[in-house]
């Protein structure tokens, strides 16, 4: 199949871009309004995967502590009040995205983003990077009724890219993004050097890579069906 006939989804944090020190600025602004020290961004980086509030739980149980409702709502306001602001101060693209993904452009495919990080986050990320025009979509967890692994996030962003789920491949660096990507039956290639806490490897992506200068040769060992 041609690179022009290809759709290549991505995840956002711990596959295009490293946001983990962002991420962790935005916890422990949160966790110090509550009187409580920083955690290091090494210990939050493992939890980054699986959203704000389990790390925001995690810097809790970390001093000891738990807050129930409306106190935890309140401090998730926190962490997204002072995110929203300080979305790209420390974050960057992991090296050769920017060059892969022009590179792909040229080639005529289609790119897109499929990301559990809040739609109007990712785009104002993308765009402080200077990566949102080289997406056809950008999907959040609140784009569509449905968010990764449920299969209807992706299939959802490649419809939206203008592209064909049986000529689609999804790139992520977790267990959520590869369960994505099997239950809508597309190949999928997985990053090593993300935020999951257990080797990428374990869940059986059709392809690893450990550097996007890997990524063409993974690419070429990944079977798309023909459609």
Known sequence: MQLADLTIVFDLDGTLVDTAPDLAAATN?????AGLTPLTVAQLRPLIGHGSRVMLDAGLRHH????????LSALHERFFAYYADHVA???QPYAGVRELLEALRRAGTRLAVCTNKYEHLS???L???DLA???ASIAGRDTFPVCKPDPGHLTGTIERAGGRVGAAVMVGDSEIDIATAKAAQVPSIAVTFGYTPRPVHEFAPDATIDD??????ALARVRVPAA
């Open 29 to 33: 602004h949160a966790l110090a309004s």
């Open 64 to 71: 000891g502590l738990s807050l129930r409702e409306p106190e």
């Open 89 to 91: 101060v420390s974050s």
């Open 123 to 125: 785009r104002a990320l």
């Open 127 to 129: 765009h402080q990077l």
């Open 133 to 135: 025009p080289l997406f």
């Open 212 to 217: 996007y200068a890997e990524f063409m040769a």
